[in-house]
């Protein structure tokens, strides 16, 4: 039986987040220059897209591009830019015929003005589209994210508007990009590496974790279903205890 068949349907989870990581080992092994795995990549981005829609996951938040990745080659940096414009252009069919609605999270002014653009029209042509939203972290980090929300609340609290005894949880994940989304119920991260990066730390505080050790550019559609499958087998208790343990308590 193939992991696709072994999904049970009301229990996919709604939001999904990925560490795409890989390409450059990948392209390393082949002899090839790191863009070339990248533009590889891509492919798979539209694989595992296609995927999650399919299923029926409400959120994918793939992180695209760090705020560390900025100290990297000013060669990889300019191949990542123009291959985020071309896919932003190129996959507009895809997102307008599976109803995606694209959203970027992260510090979106650090772009180039034609990135920014191209950022722009395809939010807008995407922004009715209500099927999945593919949500790309983009120059994004959890902790420029977290400073950002504190600086907003420091700022509501001393304009007034805000008393610092009202904030809670809640009040935080009002301040946070992620705040028109529930937090990720899964984590993939592919290529072998079992770290965070910085990537969605308040939000994953319950986030079930799936560590593959492929490379992105090779991650297939299978292998998504396999986390997804894997995801259904464990039991989510949020610090709490197991039903069973209650329910035999009781009894
Ligand atoms: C990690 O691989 C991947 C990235 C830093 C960028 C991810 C980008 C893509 C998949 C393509 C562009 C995305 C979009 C949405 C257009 P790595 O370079 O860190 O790999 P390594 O750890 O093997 O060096």
């Not at 072994?6 to 790191?34: E, F, S, T, Y």
């Not at 805000?162 to 290529?191: C, H, Q, V, Y």
């Not at 197991?242 to 329910?247: G, I, R, V």
Request: with cysteine; net charge negative.
């Amino acid at each position: 039986m193939s992991f696709l068949q072994a999904i049970q349907p009301d229990k996919v989870p709604a939001h999904v987040a990925v560490i795409m990581d890989g390409n450059g080992r990948w392209a390393q092994a082949r002899n090839l220059a790191r863009a070339q795995g990248h533009l590889e990549g891509v492919k798979t981005v539209r694989r595992i897209t296609e995927a999650a829609c399919r299923i029926g996951v409400r959120y994918l938040t793939l992180y695209a591009f760090s705020t560390e990745n900025w100290g990297r080659p000013q060669e990889e940096i300019s191949s990542l830019m123009g291959l985020l414009v071309s896919c932003l252009q190129n996959e507009m069919p895809l997102f307008m015929q599976n109803g995606i609605r694209l959203r970027v999270i992260g510090n979106t002014g650090d772009f180039s003005p034609e990135v920014q653009q191209a950022m722009r029209q395809a939010l807008d042509q995407t922004a009715a589209n209500n099927r999945m939203d593919l949500v790309l972290a983009l120059s994004y980090s959890s902790r420029w994210e977290i400073t950002e929300a504190m600086k907003d609340l420091a700022l509501r609290v001393k304009n007034g508007s805000l008393s610092p005894e009202a904030i809670d949880a809640g009040k935080i994940n009002e301040s946070l990009k992620t705040a028109f989304m529930p937090d990720p119920d899964l984590l993939i991260r592919t290529s072998g590496e079992h770290r965070i990066s910085n990537f969605l730390l308040w939000q994953i505080a319950y986030s079930e974790l799936f560590f593959s050790p492929v490379l992105w550019p090779d991650f297939t559609e299978e292998m998504f279903y396999e986390a997804i499958a894997d995801f259904q087998g464990r039991e989510r208790r949020f610090g709490r205890i197991a039903d069973t343990t209650l329910n035999s308590e009781k009894a």
